[in-house]
């Protein structure tokens, strides 16, 4: 059996707004209604998206010397989205698999037009937060290099109408992923991890031959799965 699952009501402290709803003149008669002491009550939950155009002044004292406040980094242009437009972009593309063009058509929309991303900057933004990644992705290499045992593996993905390769390497606990235009071995010693495990290590993957030869250490483990 399904339930439907319903919303409760609000208390009555976490009320933000009242609406009231009444007829004014009676349809009939045409003479002003009066309210009685029975009130019907619906609750609903809304959102407002407010833009703001900040601006920031870096002002100049002095107390015989001159001092300048230092202008932070997410502030050198003259004018610039902020970060939390910048989350939402990066959010959209990566948690949501939404595409770039219509990220920006969302952002659009629910600012009213006042906000409209150009699809180049949105893209410049996956590159930058990657090199924000650069040393979590270091951190990340350096424990599944310390697992007994790895799995990985590719899969067929397109760029630019072009096959290439996504590329997983992980356990149930972590998981790293990478790309690269093809499949080989040229990639995975680019990718630092294979060619730094010992004979202890295990390695997991779907027979790929690339794995038997002499360079790397590391047992190889076939999943028939």
């Known amino acids: 059996m399904s339930y439907k699952h319903t919303l409760k009501q609000f208390n009555d402290n976490e009320i933000d707004e009242i609406i009231q709803h009444r007829i004014e003149e009676c349809p ?35 107390c015989g010397h001159i001092e300048k406040i230092s202008i932070p980094k997410q502030l ?39 906000i409209t991303p150009s699809e180049r900057y949105i893209s410049k933004l996956n590159k930058r937060l990657y090199q924000c990644l650069e040393t979590f992705e270091y951190e990340m290499k350096k424990e599944i290099i310390k697992l007994k045992i790895i799995h990985w593996d590719d899969t067929v993905i397109f760029v630019s109408t ?27 010693d680019e990718d630092g991890i294979l060619s730094l495990l010992d004979e202890k290590t295990i390695v997991v993957h779907d027979h790929n031959k690339v794995n038997y030869n002499e360079e790397y250490e590391f047992r190889n483990a076939v999943c028939i799965y």
Do not use: P, W
């Open 28 to 62: 009939i008669c045409h003479s002003s209604m009066k309210d009685t002491e029975h009130i019907r009550i619906k609750d609903e939950y809304t959102f407002d998206i407010i833009v703001k155009k900040v601006r920031h002044q870096f002002i100049e004292t002095q």
């Open 162 to 188: 072009n096959r290439a390769c996504l590329r997983f390497y992980g356990a149930k606990q972590i998981a790293y992923y990478t790309a690269h235009i093809h499949k080989d071995k040229e990639g995975l």
């Open 76 to 114: 050198l242009s003259n004018n610039q989205y902020e970060t939390g437009i910048q989350a939402l972009a990066l959010a959209l593309m990566n948690e949501g698999y939404v595409s770039i063009n219509r990220t920006a058509s969302i952002i659009k929309g629910l600012t009213h037009k006042q």
